[in-house]
């Protein structure tokens, strides 16, 4: 088949070296524009493109899909399917009707639960146990297609965002490829999303990522490894974000701590919370290198009623 490609993260990389790696013809690859990246804030171009350019598959970058000039570009493309994989930007109407066989996103959970932009995170920070990956068709409504094809993946006690979505990326691309073959021959029925069990995961802000010390030491782990690498939890100290990376969870039978208390140790800091302390693993203070917690409090040396989350509301 002729497949036009959507997507733009390294997420969806795997599944875009998937189909050119299988006998489908890619004869484009749609994804965002250059943006500012790095340190520098220099433009760059996504991980997909530099994938599709490397491949010599034509690339198109439209900041949006209404253009008229990228709509006309699309069609006479005259893709048959068009695979999507979190390409960030709005299919209108118009163009939903153009490959024959539809738009197919791969989404990364089992729909309909965690519709929306951040599913894998949502689904580590509600502490889900098991998620998956979805194939379905685009429709007007948000992540409402019906579903082509699923598969599952357990959720690890220590699973960041990024673990997760790197291995559902890989998996996801087989599920994707096995999907459009079988669009192909005619072997797969879609089959409208049921009306029970909907979530919706929108979009992690900065604000998701500062650590409420006040919850219980487990909702605490997970709402910093949901929000790792992106956008980084974190914290205040002395007025000045600290990033915090995952912790762990202690059993310290000593006094207990208040939420945002802090214990150091020669090796170690325990940091209190709303129900039991968890040690911190490695921090960033602003404007310097990440390092281990242990070292941050010697240069630190945090007084006996110095919190983090001070002042921050966390």
Known sequence: ???????????????????????????????RPDAPSGRGRRRAPSPVRVVAEQAGVPV???????DPQAGRVLRDLAPDVCPVVAYGVLVPPDLLAVP???WVNLHFSVLPAWRGAAPVQRAIMAGDTMTGATTFLLEEGLDTGPVLGTLTEPVRPTDTAGDLLDRLAHAG????????????????????????GVSHAPRITVDDALVRWGRPAYAVDRQIRGCTPAP??????????????PVELVDDTAAPLP????????HEVLVGTGAGPVRLGTVQPQGRAAMPAAAWARGARPGQDERLG???GG
């Open 100 to 102: 024959r066989l539809g």
């Open 310 to 312: 001070e002042g921050s």
């Open 173 to 196: 691309a087989g599920l994707l490829v096995s999907t459009l073959d079988a669009l192909e021959r005619g072997e797969v029925v879609p089959v409208p999303q049921p009306s029970e």
């Open 232 to 245: 980084g939890a974190w914290t205040t100290f002395r007025g000045e974000r600290l990033k915090v990376h």
């Open 259 to 266: 939420a945002g208390g802090l214990r150091v140790g020669r």
């Open 60 to 66: 198109l970058a439209p900041s949006t899909l209404r």
């Open 1 to 31: 088949m002729r497949v036009l490609f959507a997507g733009t993260p390294e997420a969806a990389v795997p599944s875009l070296r998937a189909l050119l790696a299988s006998e489908h013809e890619v004869v484009g690859v749609l994804t």
